[in-house]
C-alpha cells in the first residue's frame, strides 16, 4: 500500500519482491483485496444493474410526479401512452401528440404551480414528442423505470421481438426484465426463510 511504501522508504529498505502471480491490475485494486476477488460475480443478493443511465435534475422531477398516488393507480394507461410515443410514433390527429399532451396535463395536476415545474413538464412534452427515437426511447423508459411502477412484462417481451426496435432500446428493457425476475425470485427466497424461521421456533417449542 501507498503507507507501507512510504514507512519503507523513510527505514530505506529495499523494496519486497512482488509474488508469483503478481500482475499490474494489483495497482488498481483496494487494500486487501486480490485480483480473483475483484474478478469474482456480484453476490447473488445484489441486484442487477439496469442499463439505463440515472435520470438528470428535471427528470427526476418528473419521475417524482409519476411516483405520487394518484398516476400510481393509472400506470397502466400512462405506460402505454409511454410506450406508444417511445415505439409507436402516430403523427395522425389523435395519435402521439394528444397522447403526450395528456401525460403532460396529469403531471402538471400533481406538481405545484409554478415556473420552473411548468418549463420542466414542456420539456418533458418536446422530448417525448422529437423527432429523434432514441430519445423519446430513453425518456419513456427512465420514466416507467425510475418511477417504482410495475415492469410492463408482456409490453416489453413484445418490444424484443420487433425488428424495429433499436438494439441498444433491446439491451435496456432485457435489463430491466432480468431485474423484474430478480426482484421476484427474492421475494421468493425471503418466504422460505420466513417460513424457515417459523419451523425452527415450533421445533424449539416442541422439545422445549
Known amino acids: 500500500t501507498l503507507v507501507e511504501e512510504a514507512e519503507r522508504r523513510q527505514r530505506q529498505e529495499a523494496p519486497p519482491e512482488p509474488p508469483p502471480d503478481y ?20 453476490p447473488e443478493d445484489q441486484p442487477p444493474r439496469v442499463l439505463l443511465d440515472p435520470p438528470t435534475a428535471d427528470t427526476h422531477r418528473v419521475v417524482m410526479a409519476f411516483r405520487t398516488p394518484q398516476l400510481c393507480i393509472e400506470q397502466e394507461q400512462l405506460i402505454y401512452y409511454l410506450l406508444g410515443a417511445a415505439f409507436d410514433f402516430d403523427s395522425s390527429k389523435y395519435g402521439t401528440w394528444t397522447k403526450v399532451d395528456v401525460l403532460r396535463l396529469k403531471v402538471l395536476e400533481v406538481l405545484a404551480d409554478t415556473k420552473e415545474n411548468v418549463r420542466i413538464v414542456n420539456q418533458m412534452r418536446t422530448q417525448l414528442k422529437s423527432e429523434d427515437q ?4 430513453w425518456l419513456a423508459l427512465q420514466i416507467i423505470a425510475f418511477s417504482g411502477w410495475r415492469v410492463p412484462t408482456y409490453p416489453y417481451r413484445r418490444l424484443l421481438l420487433r425488428d ?4 441498444a432500446a433491446k439491451a435496456a428493457i432485457e435489463s430491466m426484465l432480468v431485474r423484474e425476475q430478480w426482484e421476484l425470485d427474492q421475494v421468493g427466497v425471503e418466504k422460505r426463510r420466513a417460513e424457515e424461521a417459523a419451523q425452527r421456533v415450533e421445533a424449539t417449542r416442541i422439545f422445549a
Open 134 to 137: 432514441m430519445q423519446r426511447i
Open 164 to 167: 424495429d426496435v433499436p438494439e
Open 23 to 42: 500482475n499490474e491490475d494489483h495497482h488498481n485494486l483496494p487494500d486487501g483485496q486480490t485480483v480473483q476477488e475483484a474478478q469474482a460475480p456480484p
